[in-house]
């Protein structure tokens, strides 16, 4: 024994030792067991904390008390250290008799004999459950959302990175990470309260967790944005079946006080490999829940290959289109819009062009994510501005009069105050008034998020005296009653929807009710894509107001709108472009 010891031991008298084991029992919890981890000795605060009697826990070994929490090598890392002659100290939770989980602060201290050889073990333990579960508790808020409980985005990361390691642990295991967002949640917050929004979340997650296997993670990552880490559900549900189930629980409605609101979810689905990133796992799902979108939503999307192609290729347009935008490759094509009633095209659709260097004169159809992105929008707006202005003052200066101009309005378009501004006090400077000019929008951009801010701004624009179209009339779930609340004077029927009527009944009848539809409403009616004399007929006999398209002429330059007084269509006829 060391000096050091010799010196405090010496101080003691007998009764001072009894004092000081008595001292220890009352504090510490302590075991002795010989070197094959047999316990020899126990004192009561063992006896008690482990609700073992002294005769069950003498000649057992720890593994009585072993609550499976630690795995193996948790242990194989303890027995080397003190099977070495080192102390050992850590955090250990046992299982008492009855069942019940406890924590304890241990030190292990090897017990040598006279020749240095250990002979034994000495284990002294001080109670921490409380401490342990304030700490997990605490861990849990961190990782949990306040409002439903789920996994919070914290959560979402440290369960996906576990199931990255788990896939790579057993490469056959199927794991499928599943993030969708709620369509028409916006919609409930703006007309009902977020108390409403509130209680649809909690309804949706409380569907979730009774769908999903309690092993599974469920996740709300924000706002109306979930993701599902699936393993064990796969084993219950083939995953195309778990899907369908999903999609039925997100549409299912919902009770919100004495009104039932409803939802839905377009889905990305990514299979986790153990090859790939938590990162890069999280952009795949992402994909694959834009491209369920685009596809028009209420529905679940895998990622693949062709998918990731998409990605690139629009990452590459987005990037082309920036350097497209400094160099000047976007113009504004015009095409004219013939009305039924005077024979003439009193109207014109601006349309973007975009002169690309590889790909030739592209059609705005084959850039439209290109106005789906914000910064690259607010680039672009102000540039817009520009080409409207040197295309007015040439009209102005060559023209006695020319057609109202019809101009295509994006969200971005609506929310960004400073392009109306600009548009507005170029159209004073040419001694222009709003009335000449047409704002189209679609029903997609209605129905979209922020869609109250869009309203109030189609408000304002109406009380500057600008006409306004409703875009893509019937191809979108609007409800009608946006046609009472917003003044619009138009409504323009989609292409996709005339291309049939010559050869398909029930394509005539949809369109006809449309027209009709928005007649009923005191709209006038402009039917786009007319490419035959046929359909034009078959239009004319049905009420449309005008059509357009390239039966009548196809989109031309500022310049040759110039050169071009009037339009001469396929038949020869001519029809004349005016004012109104």
Request: proline letters at 3%; one cysteine or more; aromatic letters at 6%.
């Amino acid at each position: 024994m060391s000096l050091k010891h010799d010196d405090r031991l010496r101080a003691l008298t007998h009764q001072d030792s009894d004092f000081w084991a008595d001292v220890v029992d009352n504090v510490l919890i302590v075991a002795i067991t010989d070197v094959r981890g047999v316990i020899t000795y126990v004192n009561d605060r063992f006896c008690e904390i482990s609700r073992y009697p002294r005769e069950e826990l003498l000649g057992a070994t720890h593994r009585i008390v072993n609550s499976g929490y630690h795995d193996a090598s948790f242990f194989r890392q303890m027995y080397r250290t003190i099977r070495g002659g080192e102390v050992w100290r850590g955090n250990i939770c046992n299982r008492a008799k009855d069942g019940t989980l406890y924590w304890v602060a241990t030190t292990i201290m090897p017990k040598h004999n006279s020749l240095g050889a250990v002979e034994g073990y000495v284990a002294t333990r001080f109670e921490i459950t409380e401490l342990m579960n304030t700490r997990d508790r605490l861990k849990s808020l961190a990782a949990t959302d306040p409002l439903t409980g789920l996994f919070n985005r914290g959560g979402f990361n440290n369960v996906l990175q576990t199931a990255v390691e788990d896939k790579s642990r057993n490469i056959t295991r199927d794991i499928m990470l599943v993030m969708f967002d709620l369509d028409g949640f916006k919609q409930i917050n703006d007309i009902h309260g977020h108390h409403a929004g509130d209680v649809v979340l909690k309804v949706i997650s409380n569907r979730l967790l009774a769908l999903v296997h309690p092993e599974d993670a469920v996740c709300r990552l924000g706002g109306d944005e979930f993701a599902l880490i699936l393993n064990h559900t796969l084993h219950k549900y083939p995953l195309n079946l778990m899907l369908e189930k999903l999609l039925a629980e997100l549409e299912a409605p919902i009770e919100v006080g004495n009104t039932m609101v409803n939802v839905s979810g377009s889905i990305g689905v990514s299979p986790i490999a153990s090859q790939e990133s938590a990162e890069s796992l999280q952009k795949n799902a992402d994909i694959a829940l834009y491209a369920a979108k685009r596809a028009g939503g209420h529905q679940a999307r895998m990622f693949d290959m062709t998918l990731h192609q998409h990605a690139l290729e629009r990452a590459q347009i987005l990037n082309d289109a920036r350097e497209g935008v400094q160099k000047d490759q976007f113009e504004l094509y015009y095409q004219p819009i013939m009305n039924f009633s005077t024979g003439k095209c009193d109207q014109i659709e601006a349309l973007l062009r975009w002169h690309h260097p590889q790909r030739g004169l592209l059609a705005a159809e084959s850039f439209r994510d290109v106005f789906l992105d914000a910064a690259l929008a607010q680039v672009m707006s102000p540039r817009l501005v520009k080409s409207f202005q040197n295309d007015m003052r040439m009209w102005n200066t060559s023209l006695d009069a020319y057609p109202n101009l019809t101009i295509n309005l994006s969200r971005l378009d609506l929310l960004n105050i400073g392009f109306q501004n600009d548009l507005e006090a170029e159209i004073k400077r040419q001694g222009g008034k709003a009335s000449d000019y047409v704002l189209e929008v679609s029903e997609n951009v209605l129905a979209g998020r922020r869609s109250d801010r869009v309203l109030q701004r189609l408000q304002e624009l109406t009380e500057i005296g600008f006409q306004l179209t409703l875009d893509d009339f019937g191809l979108a779930t609007l409800p009608i009653a946006v046609l009472r609340t917003i003044p619009f004077t138009q409504a323009k029927i989609s292409r996709r929807l005339v291309k049939d009527i010559e050869t398909s009944q029930q394509a005539r009848g949809v369109v006809a009710h449309l027209i009709g539809l928005a007649h009923a409403f005191g709209l006038s009616v402009t039917v786009s894509g007319v490419e035959t004399k046929g359909q034009l007929e078959m239009l004319r006999e049905i009420g449309a107001d005008r059509i357009q398209g390239f039966y009548i002429s196809p989109p031309i330059s500022a310049a040759n709108l110039v050169l071009a007084e009037h339009i001469i269509a396929p038949d020869h006829t001519e029809i004349t472009l005016q004012a109104s």
